[in-house]
């Protein structure tokens, strides 16, 4: 475990960064050959999450048994998706329609009532 890691929102989002433009070239030397995991910073060393070294001689007949180094690199495209939500520029979004059916229903039912009510006030009565 790391001792100085925090979960700041500051910390979070300057991994994500990391994360989303992150460079390859940043694990090699200008002449092409990997660097030594002992030269790399830690936040170049955190985008590795799998080292294979495979021993085999490369061109045949040569008697030279040839150091393959090969990186598995963190995803690049959960990285951006982060920093996209992060920023606010991907929300999932529910489509909900309001219609005016409420006040349609309240209407009805006013309509409803007013024809169920019976007039109970006295008739006048005609005079003969």
């Known amino acids: 475990m790391l001792a100085h890691a925090k979960l700041s929102a500051a910390n979070l989002a300057e991994q994500m960064a990391r994360g989303a433009f992150f460079d390859i070239g940043h694990l090699y030397n200008d002449d092409g050959s990997p660097k030594p995991l002992s030269e790399l910073e830690e936040w170049q060393r955190s985008m590795i999450v799998g080292v294979e070294v495979v021993l085999k001689n490369a061109a045949a ?4 048994v040839d150091r393959v180094l090969k990186y ?8 951006v998706e982060l920093a996209a ?21 309240d209407v009805a039912r006013q309509r409803a009532r007013e024809r169920n009510v019976i007039d109970v006030t006295p008739q006048k009565q005609l005079e003969p």
């Open 61 to 64: 007949g040569d008697g030279v």
């Open 85 to 105: 939500k992060y920023r606010g520029m991907l929300v999932d979004q529910i489509d909900v329609r309001v219609t005016d059916a409420g006040s349609r229903l």
């Open 72 to 79: 598995k690199i963190e995803p690049r495209s959960k990285y």
